[in-house]
Nanobody
Framework: VQLQASGGGLVQRGGSLRLSCAGS????????MSWYRQAPGKQRELVAE???????NYADSVKGRFTISRDNSKSTVYLQMNSVKPEDAAVYYC??????????????????WGQGTQVTVSS
């Protein structure tokens, strides 16, 4: 499964932005999907994740402001960013955990990453 992220750009402080990440290929293998971000000079950090059944988890820094959702029929995950702050500026990456089975029936989980999409916040 290949992931294509989109929706990044320039947003004003306090504004909103919606990121999308569409998967192509065997969408049936997709399990959890996530958004990470990496600011200059910092490590990549988890922003939000959503299970295949819709359970969500957020970084404390974005709780109440960001919402992750997914459309399984489109193999797509979204990140709605509201009340954006300057510290939200970063390159945002989507990821998907892919479940496969070996020839002997053993489950294997691999993570696929999309290319980053830049979010810039103007104050």
């Amino acid at each position: 499964v290949q992931l294509q992220a989109s929706g990044g750009g320039l947003v004003q402080r306090g504004g909103s932005l919606r990121l999308s990440c569409a998967g192509s290929g065997n969408g049936n293998s997709i399990r959890a999907m996530s958004w990470y971000r990496q600011a200059p000079g910092k490590q990549r950090e988890l922003v939000a994740e959503i299970s295949s059944s819709g359970l969500t988890n957020y970084a404390d820094s974005v709780k109440g402001r960001f919402t992750i959702s997914r459309d399984n029929s489109k193999s797509t995950v979204y990140l709605q960013m509201n009340s954006v702050k300057p510290e939200d500026a970063a390159v945002y990456y989507c990821s998907a955990d892919l479940l496969y089975y070996t020839s002997s029936g053993e489950p294997v989980v691999e993570r696929s990453w999309g290319q980053g999409t830049q979010v810039t916040v103007s104050s």
